[in-house]
């Protein structure tokens, strides 16, 4: 099946940094990806939908400048947390939609621990 | 996008048959009917989807009724590493839809 990428796996920060997590298609062309959050014993939450070359959109009570997101080409998008908080550690986890199997394709997940 | 509901818990000796129930009574015409499963920490992966027909594939077979209000979900010979919380998710046709979790199912495979 398609392979989706994410890096970095792991990410220890402190409190007021940012980080950046990078999703990639490696066999396949992605005009959409999708980016979800997972708390612990909780389901994923979708935080934004990205389209290559334009704005992302966000969900309900996603923060757009504390979440960034970046969708420069067809096989790449990236997540910027800015000024990192404790509470914003969690699970994040990309996937890229495939118009030829008309299916998403999910990231290993990068665990993010703020300090 | 439709609600789903699936059992919060189920187990499956090792070698048997899975066969994971899912209810979606306000499914419209154009929605599908979506498998994943998440294995801890791990990103969720694809298993199968389907509209109306049953569809089958090297992991699982998917049979929806008629009425296209409930599926199933069968792994034809569970095994161990088949544990993991499945999730059966109902999203529109549309490219790049959204995909919205519930709480799955998790599904236990005992030696």
């Known amino acids: 099946g398609a392979v989706v990428s994410q890096h970095p796996s792991r990410v220890i920060c402190k409190s007021g940094t940012s980080v950046k997590i990078e999703c990639r298609s490696l066999?396949?062309?992605?005009?959409?990806m999708f980016w979800y959050r997972q708390f612990p014993k909780q389901s994923l939450m979708l935080m934004a939908t990205s389209n290559e070359g334009s704005k992302a959109t966000y969900e309900q009570g996603v923060e757009k400048d504390k979440f960034l997101i970046n969708h420069a080409s067809l096989t790449l998008s990236t997540l910027t947390v800015t000024s990192a908080h404790p509470e914003d550690s969690s699970f994040y986890i990309c996937?890229?939609?495939?118009?030829?199997?008309?299916?998403?394709?999910f990231g290993p997940g990068t665990r993010l621990t703020v300090l | 996008d439709a609600k789903t509901t699936q059992p919060t818990s189920m187990d499956c000796a090792e070698g048997r048959a899975a066969n994971l129930p899912c209810n979606h009574s306000?499914?419209?015409?154009?929605?599908?009917v979506y498998w994943y499963r998440q294995i801890h920490s791990q990103g969720p992966q694809y298993i199968i989807h389907?509209?109306?027909n049953n569809e089958t594939n090297e992991m699982a077979s998917l049979i929806i009724t008629e009425d296209r209000k409930s599926s199933t979900l069968i792994l034809p010979h569970a095994t161990l590493r088949d544990t993991a919380v499945y999730y059966c998710i109902v999203s529109g046709e549309t490219s790049g839809s959204r995909l919205t979790f519930g709480e799955g199912t998790q599904l236990t495979v005992n030696p």
């Open positions: 306000t499914i419209s015409g154009n929605e599908y």
């Open positions: 066999d396949f062309q992605a005009t959409t």
């Open positions: 389907g509209l109306k």
């Open positions: 996937s890229a939609f495939t118009s030829m199997a008309d299916t998403q394709y």
